[in-house]
């Protein structure tokens, strides 16, 4: 194992790696500061975060919400401007099947028979710079 592959098998068994990210490169620090925005949203909407960044093996949810009786989970995506392409584009093919099988998975492993869908939510900005440009996408079609 390299010695990079061990820092980071142990800062994630230390329980740093929140820490490691928001001091770590900077596309990392861009996913927290926006994953942050993206529930500060949510939460002035009415939404109620349940979890943050469920894994299942090599797949994850950003946000798992709820609003009223609908479960939502969040796919949170960052640009610093949308000058070349439109953050949502970054939900491809290979993404929504991996998300597809962690929502059936978070849905079978804590027993959710309530209604649920899939929202994306894009934040476009720079952390410290100007108001990010936020905007939710609601009942995306996972198909």
Known sequence: MSNALKKCHAIIEAGEMREYQLNG????QMGIWSEDVAVSYLRQKGYIILE???HSKHRDIDIIA????MIVFVE?????NNTFVDPLMAINKEKVKNLRYAIFHYLHYRK???????DAITVI????QST?????????SLR
């Open 112 to 118: 959710v028979d309530n209604p649920w869908r899939f």
């Open 76 to 80: 949170v995506k960052t640009r610093r």
């Open 52 to 54: 943050r960044d469920w």
């Open 125 to 128: 900005g720079i952390k410290g």
């Open 132 to 140: 990010p440009e936020i905007n939710h996408y609601e009942d995306i």
């Open 25 to 28: 490169p900077m596309h990392m």
């Open 66 to 69: 709820q609003h009223g009786n």
